[in-house]
């Protein structure tokens, strides 16, 4: 059998409508996406015109951690049990919200994390960790 090739037809596919197709969707949504944002990529910038003075730094209360797990709170020495409370009247003579913790490499783990949740039962949000 033998098949003859009409010079009249095309044996390629033709793919530059394909082509056309695609790159008009893709600019259709470029355009979507650059018109609907989604809802984490808001930003708020603050108004030029609502000018407040910095507030004075004020000293971090500072709170140390050993290596065996002893707590100083300001350099006065405390234990697990008082810490919550020593914290709460410290942050109050200090008058100031934020603390300076400076726990040892060695230091256990448990300790450092108390100190941590004695500053949140505080009200304190502002606590910076030393480091050497």
């Known amino acids: 059998m033998k098949f003859e090739v ?4 095309m044996s390629e596919i ?8 695609l790159l008009v969707l893709l600019i259709v949504f470029m355009m979507l996406a650059a018109l609907v944002a989604p809802p984490g990529f808001q930003r708020h910038f603050p108004c030029a015109c609502s000018h407040r003075p910095a507030a004075p ?8 951690v050993d290596a065996r797990g002893n707590i100083r709170l300001g350099g006065r020495a405390t234990d697990a049990d008082r810490l919550y409370g020593d914290l709460r009247h ?4 200090a008058k100031t919200r934020s603390i300076a913790l400076d726990a040892a490499i060695k230091a ?6 108390r100190v941590l949740d004695a500053a ?7 606590v910076t960790l030393v480091t050497q």
């Open 6 to 9: 009409d010079a009249g037809t």
């Open 14 to 21: 033709n793919v530059t409508p394909f082509t056309d197709v």
């Open 57 to 64: 730094a004020q000293q971090p209360l500072e709170v140390t």
């Open 90 to 93: 410290g942050l109050a003579a």
């Open 108 to 113: 256990p783990y448990g300790a450092v994390l």
């Open 120 to 126: 949140k039962a505080a009200g304190n949000a502002d």
